[in-house]
């Protein structure tokens, strides 16, 4: 069974910093390109950030450029997104997802193989 479980979600003042982990188990994701994406109440989700499997490509949602930053450890087959300057808008439940190959138009679509159950962040001012 596949699972990518989120984790590192906690509240946080403005201008603080968090780590997210997201897990993968379940098989190999070898190939397979990792997204970190956010939903807030009442808003639409929101593509935060996409990795490819060997690290070497790399996309941010302009929003968050500069202060986000995602990276894997495909040996233990985790993806991380560190968050820098959060501001109180950044409160969102946060989740991760897993796409075979590095399509940005599919990655930006939001159709994704699998997706974790998110995980909540929540910044105060």
């Known amino acids: 069974q596949v699972q990518l479980v989120e984790s590192g979600g906690g509240l946080v003042q403005a201008g603080g910093s968090l780590r997210l982990s997201c897990a993968a188990s379940g098989r190999t994701f070898s190939g397979y390109a990792m997204v970190w994406f956010r939903q807030a109440p009442g808003k639409e989700r929101e593509f935060l950030a996409a990795?490819?499997?060997?690290?070497?490509?790399?996309y941010y949602a302009d929003s968050v450029k500069g202060r986000f930053t995602i990276s894997r450890d495909t040996a233990k087959n985790t993806v991380y997104l560190q968050m820098n300057s959060l501001k109180p808008e950044d409160t969102a439940i946060y989740y991760c997802?897993?796409?075979?190959?590095?399509?940005?138009?599919?990655?930006?679509?939001?159709?994704?193989?699998?997706w974790g159950q998110g995980t909540q962040v929540t910044v105060s001012s």
């Open positions: 990795i490819s499997w060997s690290g070497g490509s790399r």
């Open positions: 997802a897993a796409d075979l190959g590095y399509s940005l138009p599919r990655l930006l679509s939001g159709n994704y193989n699998y």
